[in-house]
DNA sequence: CTGAAAGCGCTTACAG
DNA sequence: CTGAAAGCGCTTACAG
């Protein structure tokens, strides 16, 4: 079923029945007629003819590294409601961690004409070395979490230096000297977490060792008994993220020290896994959902207003539990 | 840059540069030429116009209830994958368990030209009383972990009650005697694994006791928390769901119970959730990978050879952990 | 408010 | 192996 055989049906022209469907101006009767055959026949317009004959497709393209990964599902789950609200579709590419795959995606997206792209999380922080190649790229684009020194790109950050002060400063209060910092992906975002805690830890007088490790329970754990066992001493573990922070629970476990009594625990990204543990996590929340209403707004500014790109910072707070 | 400009540039119609697109036959001299004169202007062909002149685009749609929940999110993610495999793109529609509000999306996913449709997850049960207003929508489809009646859907379900019987007899083998058995939604596969843990207990002479409760931990910790108050004696709490399966575990940690000495505990789903518990959490898993791939099989056996639907089970296993 | 016609960028018989 | 031409199903000036 197509707009020739409505038009024929309804006995008006395709002109007509294509601006019923785009809103143009009808006569009221004619368009209660032209709807009503649409309707009787489940009439749905073709979208690649559609998106032929137009040159502003309200389509953008979303890429995530991990769609199976929580923090990205949520955020993709945000920008889909968020989009839907301006009235924009969107096509998702699943990067699965692989710049060089994720070329191929570009050009894919391309051929949907996106108008605009959004690259979700910090692994993005450096995916201009690899869009650079491509003149043809060049629609409004913003790194949601990814920080870029390429003017082409709007940025989404997260004042994660702030937060990481204030939980130096509430440990502190708490009576907490000596801690121990984890970490794991070497990225701007987590840069700064360090940077901002290792800051409110000098200015509060808190001892800190650092330590890295892989991003699992167990590495984290691990990391943690190792840390004790070298005579590290501290009684608090902050961490870069959620995952870290679970491994350190399970630490303290085997330690058999209280928390958070003997011994403090601090996440990021306040995940379902933080309430999940006994006792819940203390966790820093950085607002994803405001994190992608900015991201959607940057990207629609741009696209519809020619806006030229910008950095916005979104605040984080710590979201106190029973861990600290 | 569009198909003519190739062509031209290259000095052949636009025939030989469709042909040279789609792998059709081209002399290799010409072919080569073509290919570099549309890397050198980083030629993508227009999504929309093949769609439009194409009867058979490889495209089929996913309907979620929820992308943010782990669980679907990591179903995409394997559907995602397994379909790339086949060479076929997706879209995807969140319906955010507003079976209304999937209607909309199903004329917008025909639209798309989709050539079949997969519902992932037990909400959609009953997607055929929304769905059979419509008789356009006559695509091949598959329910994955939905059950259905309507002959027109291919089913790819989880063996839940066989499952759940290991389970039961699992319990007797280490000595519990009396449980509780836990779940929230109403639905096929949850009716299964009561069935099949209420048979295998019968079997295996456990008594047992049934609380259903909200999803959440809280609700489960709850729900466990009145079942003690009131005098029912359990020693063990199975659940249709990790998450009451962590809330559970609360429960146990506020009763001081120790786990599984006192108390055992089992989760459905072995999500990460399960492994960030302390003890670990023992878990059915359902084998999402494999359900992934054989809802993709189902679906594209039936577009590709017209293969008429089938129903397929998909084997668990009870992961055993440390709460059993 | 309405219609005829061109155009969007491809694919696909049909000839050669 | 290659090309001319029709067709896919819309939108959009342009006339009226």
Redesign the pocket.
């Known amino acids: 079923?197509?707009?020739?055989q409505?038009?024929e049906e309804a006995?008006?022209?395709?002109?007509?029945?294509?601006?019923v469907?785009?809103g143009?101006?009808?006569?009221e009767?004619?368009?209660q007629r032209v709807l009503e055959v649409m309707k009787k026949n489940e009439?749905?317009?073709?979208s690649?003819?559609?998106g032929?004959?137009?040159?502003?497709i309200a389509v953008v393209g979303i890429v995530v590294p991990d769609i199976a990964d929580l923090f990205h599902a949520r955020m993709v789950s945000f920008l889909d409601r968020e989009l839907q609200k301006n009235g924009y579709e969107y096509v998702l590419f699943n990067s699965r961690y692989d710049l060089e795959k994720a070329q191929q995606g570009f050009y894919w997206m391309m051929g949907k004409k996106v108008r605009g792209l959004i690259f979700c999380g910090s692994m993005f922080d450096q995916v201009e070395t690899v869009l650079s190649q491509y003149r043809r790229i060049n629609v409004p684009m913003v790194k949601l979490l990814g920080r870029s020194e390429d003017p082409r790109f709007s940025q989404v950050l997260s004042d994660e230096v702030e937060v990481m002060k204030s939980v130096a400063s509430r440990l502190k209060k708490r009576g907490y000297k000596n801690c121990l910092y984890l970490y794991s992906l070497e990225n701007y975002s987590n840069g700064r977490k360090k940077e901002g805690f290792l800051q409110g830890s000098e200015e509060n007088g808190l001892s800190v060792n650092v330590s890295r490790c892989d991003l699992s329970f167990d590495a984290a754990k691990e990391a943690v008994l190792d840390a004790y066992k070298k005579g590290v001493s501290f009684e608090a573990v902050v961490t870069a993220d959620d995952v870290l922070a679970v491994g350190a629970m399970k630490a303290a476990h085997e330690l058999k020290l209280r928390v958070p009594e003997d011994f403090a625990v601090v996440g990021y990204n306040n995940m379902l896994l933080t309430e999940s543990s006994t006792p819940r996590i203390t966790s820093v929340d950085c607002n994803p959902e405001e994190l992608c209403k900015t991201a959607v707004q940057l990207l629609l500014d741009s696209i519809e207003n020619g806006r030229a790109p910008q950095t916005k910072w979104v605040g984080c707070r710590l979201v106190e539990k029973e861990t600290i």
């Open positions: 079923m197509n707009i020739y409505i038009a006995g008006v022209s395709i002109a007509t029945v294509s601006r469907l785009n143009g101006s009808v006569k009767k004619t368009r009439y749905t317009p073709s690649y003819a559609r032929l004959s137009r040159a502003d």
